[in-house]
């Protein structure tokens, strides 16, 4: 089993519709869940970052962490075209060996 | 937005020939990273380093090394090119802190022919 499951897609939406974005984990050890955004030929974009479980705003992106379901997801409300491109979760334990444990990603398209 | 910066952004090279990626940040980062990335698969950690005279193999074993002989600057060398190391090439920064997320920079997309 992978440590970090992210379904692929690809998600095509109508513009405005509301995007909700899925990873989850296995290693109870991670404690740091980043959403990173990459269009396409760009690096990833850091987009949201959470410590511990609970929720987290920013503008029209929500992220939400439960770590009793080991599960983590990030909305995304109205969406735009210019939210097209692929998603990716990424999670940490932290402390001093801090590496990255990334999902594969979501293709996302958004319809105008 | 993160000041990292990979150059070449594109590159077609033959087999065989010697490969150096650059990569440079400006934001004072002491740890940085080298991943793969290749369509539709996750990112790769391939080298890390935290500090100067620091580097490290990551998960993914590649036959390529690195240097940090300044802080801002972590090249990636091949020796000699082959088709198998075809990919794209992801550098990355972060501070020292724990919990610090990582920055990208833009990647170079490498084709050995």
């Known amino acids: 089993q992978k440590e970090v499951e992210q379904d692929p897609g690809p998600l095509s939406v109508p513009e405005g519709a509301i995007v909700s974005l899925n990873c989850t984990y296995s290693?109870?050890?991670?404690?740091?869940f980043m959403w990173y955004r990459q269009y396409s030929r760009k690096g990833p974009e850091l987009l949201m970052y959470?410590?511990?479980?609970g929720n987290k705003e920013d503008g029209r992106f929500t992220a939400q962490v439960d770590k009793s379901s080991k599960y983590i997801s990030l909305f995304i409300r109205d969406s735009q075209p210019s939210d097209s491109a692929t998603y990716l979760c990424?999670?940490?334990?932290?402390?001093?060996?801090?590496?990255?444990?990334f999902g594969k990603g979501t293709l996302l398209t958004v319809n105008p | 937005e993160a000041d990292i910066y990979q150059t070449p952004r594109y590159l077609v090279i033959g087999t065989g020939k010697k490969i150096t990626l650059e990569c440079s940040q400006t934001?004072?980062?002491?740890?940085m990273y080298w991943y793969q990335q290749d369509p539709g698969m996750e990112l790769h950690l391939i080298h890390y380093?935290?500090?100067?005279?620091?580097?490290e193999k990551g998960d993914l074993s590649s036959e390529s090394t690195v240097s940090r002989i300044r802080t801002e600057h972590f090249p990636l060398t091949l020796e000699s090119a082959r088709p198998s190391h075809t990919s794209q090439y992801l550098c990355?920064?972060?501070?020292?802190?724990?919990?610090?997320?990582?920055?990208f920079g833009d990647g170079t997309r490498l084709s050995i022919l």
């Open positions: 990355a920064s972060s501070g020292l802190d724990g919990g610090e997320p990582q920055h």
């Open positions: 290693n109870s050890a991670f404690q740091y």
């Open positions: 959470t410590y511990s479980s």
């Open positions: 990424a999670m940490a334990s932290g402390g001093s060996n801090y590496k990255l444990t």
């Open positions: 934001m004072g980062h002491d740890k």
């Open positions: 380093s935290y500090g100067v005279n620091s580097t």
